[in-house]
């Protein structure tokens, strides 16, 4: 399986879902929603055979397409006054290369990277950096579902454990157990 990320202004309503998730079914994929009404964003996690099925589905609707899982996170400072700086730390011309954008909206922002190219302790740090000049705090929000390969690569380097596989992720092996015996999963 191949994995996209299809990001949408706005809260995706049932009939685009369904319309997209058809597409990813007649194609042998699925897709996978996550949308946020405060930071006022849709997200879908395509994992289909073919990357051309992707490109297919991404036209329909006037998404942006991304060709690869991205993580996109809300990011919301305790200090407003944060806002224009986290902006430019993260979409200006020093941000980490994996950063893909960098929006704000009311309240927050909203960072989507490429996680192969920039790892979360790297943005989260800058936003956290950031912050701490204005000595207040924040509240995150995940955004995008992700793929299992990057939830584990997300959990072994934060519990600093890389021996962690598959068959150490609960969530992973309920998955596996839900697909049935045989599976590859």
């Known amino acids: 399986m191949i994995y996209r990320t299809l990001s949408v202004e706005g809260i995706v309503d049932d009939a685009r879902r369904a319309t997209t998730e058809d597409l990813a079914r007649s194609r042998g994929g699925t897709a996978i929603w996550r949308s946020s009404r405060a930071a006022g964003r849709s997200y879908a996690l395509l994992a289909l055979p073919r990357a051309e099925d992707a490109a297919q589905i991404g036209a329909a609707g006037g998404a942006t397409l991304y060709e690869m899982p991205v993580i996109a996170l809300a990011v919301y400072p305790a200090v407003p006054e944060a806002l224009p700086g986290l902006l430019e730390a993260l979409r200006g011309a020093g941000a980490p290369a ?83 015996p045989g599976s590859d999963a």
């Open 98 to 180: 994996g950063v893909l954008s960098c929006r704000g909206f009311d309240g927050g922002v909203i960072v989507e990277w490429d996680p192969t190219r920039t790892g979360a302790e790297v943005v989260l740090g800058i936003v956290d950096v950031e912050l701490r000049r204005w000595g207040g705090g924040r509240r995150a929000e995940l955004l995008s579902p992700l793929p299992p390969e990057v939830t584990l690569e997300i959990a072994a380097r934060g519990l600093g454990a890389p021996q962690i596989g598959p068959e150490r992720i609960l969530e992973m092996l309920l998955a596996a157990a839900a697909e049935g």
